[in-house]
């Protein structure tokens, strides 16, 4: 009786918290239907109204268009935040619903989420299979709540490695505190789920920073680069206005092409990766941002409050 009486305040906050997200979710579910009909309908009509300029050969009909297609810019606007907002709800209703099957030990449903070579790690460890340290239906899928691959290798390591008593009296005054902060850890657990799915994002702008500069070494392509598209352009106008006697733009374009054929795909993936930065640091600094902000009063919390708020600029604007 004791233990389901301790359960119940749990189940019911969760049971709240998932209905509460699920009408959201359901909601800019409906909103992103109806906003994509009113991205098609406005891209017919944009064609529709083109058709009829030149048909009844009627300017106006062109700025009808226009109109369209400018009311189409900003429908597709509008449509990514809505589907942006229908996935934040969606991912704090299934954050809410995990915390039910852990709860009920649901070890079906309850994901497991393990950092690469933890099965290796548990078979040669001393005592992790007798105690059921890692795997499925063990401690580790209990507590399983980290997205990203840091944060599951910590949690790893913590099951693994023991901790000084004092060590440990910190954690739990660090867990006494969290506790009561659903808002905050369903915002905390988010963060850390769009940034599990932006992790090889970062990683791929941390390789390339670690390397040496390609581009920068090779000045003749950047300068190609630059000086072709406004030939040819050029050439392309001096073609219109008869000042050349033959189509000399079409050498601009063959170039153009062998560029994009022999270097283009090297170029286009360093640039992959260092534009990859921007998602993934923005979700950084909206997490340290949320984590400087909390008036903790566990001494663990504070001090890892310290770290991230020490210095002229803090982690968050570091991050911008």
């Known amino acids: 009786m004791d233990t ?43 064609v529709a ?24 810019i900003v429908a597709l606007v509008r449509h990514t935040r809505i589907d942006q907002m229908q996935r ?34 548990a078979s040669d460890h001393l005592y992790a299979h007798d105690l059921d340290l890692l795997g499925h239906a063990s401690l580790q899928h209990l507590l399983n709540t980290p997205s990203t691959g840091i944060g599951l290798a910590t949690l790893e390591r913590w099951l693994l490695e ?4 004092a060590v440990v009296r910190l954690r739990q005054g660090a867990v006494r505190d969290l ?11 988010l963060h850390g789920r769009l940034m599990g799915n932006l992790e090889p994002n970062y990683t791929g702008f941390v390789r390339w920073a670690e390397t040496e ?21 050029a050439l392309v106008v001096a073609d219109v206005l008869n000042l050349v ?18 270097v283009g ?9 260092v534009s990859a930065r921007q998602s993934a640091f923005r979700t950084y600094g909206a997490l340290f941002q949320l984590l400087g902000t909390q008036p903790f009063a566990a001494s663990e919390l504070r001090r890892l409050q310290s770290v991230l708020m020490a210095g002229q600029l803090r982690a968050d604007q570091q991050m911008q």
């Open 49 to 72: 109204f083109v058709g009829v300029a030149i048909w009844q050969q009627d300017a106006r009909w062109f700025s009808a268009s226009g109109f369209a297609l400018l009311g189409l």
């Open 265 to 273: 795909t090297r170029v286009e993936a360093v640039i992959g990766q």
């Open 162 to 165: 023991p901790a000084a008593p």
């Open 213 to 233: 500069p390609w581009l920068r070494r090779r000045p003749v392509l950047v300068w190609l680069s630059r000086l072709l598209p406004v030939l040819t352009i």
């Open 88 to 121: 934040r709800y969606a991912e704090l209703w299934a954050i809410n619903d995990e915390g039910l099957q852990r709860l009920q030990r649901d070890w079906a449903m309850l994901p497991l989420r393990q950092p690469s070579g933890s099965a290796a790690r």
């Open 4 to 46: 389901q009486a301790e359960l119940h305040e749990p189940r019911a906050t969760y049971e709240q918290r998932r209905a509460r997200f699920g009408t959201l979710r359901d909601w800019y579910e409906r909103r992103s239907y109806r906003n994509a009909n009113a991205n098609l309908t406005l891209f017919v009509a944009a």
């Open 179 to 189: 506790a009561p902060r659903a808002e905050f850890r369903d915002d905390l657990a």
């Open 245 to 262: 006697p033959w189509p000399l733009w079409a050498i601009g374009l063959v170039i153009n092409y062998g560029l994009i054929l022999t």
